[in-house]
């Protein structure tokens, strides 16, 4: 399931090709997004607008789907730019952000999520309500842990095709087959609003420069996770820890990742 080579090896893919990732990402999570991606070795692009989605993912290597700022006017590009990254043959990533908070928001979730999207990665309350075409049963709650997504993340595997991580305490990334566990990862992570959604693009740019969709997404959260933990190491709250996340990304080697990874 895990390359031999490891995720130093993606790593250093990214550095070496310098994917460049169309992002339509949510306004919250634009700039922190935006400089991960530089740090990571790839190149980000944060275009939403009708007349620019076209050309854009046409010359991307990747193309990420964000719904956490939803408006009507972003939702045709968004459909469109998948459609088209499909038809070019080009990895995209959808990020169903509070797809259990409203039935507009879970619509256009599911409407998405039909798009053969070739990731799909949410918390567990995300995930859930998008396999199962409605909130969690505890009424939407947005502290449904990664474990309790687990059969819900297989089920929406199966039924779209995508590999679907579900993030937590510990995540989990699932292909309908298989599951790999990523342990890597620090409480902090969590105060930095934006965070998750920036994993979602570099997911994106992990599977513009990997063998698998499985791999790439896997990887992409060692990565971000293991640069949470180094990160966290001399932060002295949640803005220090944000600026040292990007210069830990910026800094890591493939030699550390690979042996700080926690994959199983």
Not at 142 to 156: I, K, P, R
Not at 207 to 235: F, R, S
Request: contains cysteine.
């Amino acid at each position: 399931m895990i390359e031999k080579t490891g995720p130093g090896h993606m790593l250093n893919a990214l550095r070496r090709r310098a994917p460049l990732v169309h992002n339509i990402t949510n306004l919250v999570a634009m700039d922190l997004a935006a400089n991960l991606l530089q740090a990571a070795g790839a190149m980000p692009a944060m275009i939403h607008d009708s007349q620019e989605v076209g050309d854009v993912v046409a010359e991307a290597d990747a193309l990420t789907i964000n719904i956490g700022t939803l408006s009507a006017n972003w939702l045709e590009p968004m459909v469109e730019a998948a459609r088209l990254a499909v038809d070019l043959g080009k990895p995209w990533v959808l990020d169903p952000v509070g797809g259990a908070l409203s039935a507009h928001r879970g619509e256009v979730a599911r409407r998405l999520a039909h798009l053969q999207p070739s990731v799909i990665r949410g918390n567990g309350a995300e995930i859930m309500a998008l396999a199962q075409n409605k909130p969690p049963a505890r009424g939407g709650d947005l502290q449904v842990d990664s474990t309790e997504a687990l059969d819900a993340a297989f089920d929406l595997a199966k039924a779209t095709g995508a590999v679907v991580a579900v993030t937590g305490a510990v995540d989990y990334v699932i292909d309908g087959k298989g599951i790999v566990a990523v342990a890597n990862g620090h409480p902090l992570m969590a105060k930095v609003a934006g965070l998750d959604c920036a994993l979602t693009c570099l997911v994106g740019a992990c599977c513009a420069v990997g063998q698998d969709d499985m791999n790439a997404t896997v990887y992409a959260h060692a990565i971000m996770g293991l640069c949470g933990e180094l990160a966290a190491a001399g932060a002295q709250g949640p803005a220090t820890f944000r600026t040292r996340l990007i210069d830990t990304l910026y800094n890591l080697d493939a030699a550390t990742l690979n042996q700080g990874a926690r994959m199983q």
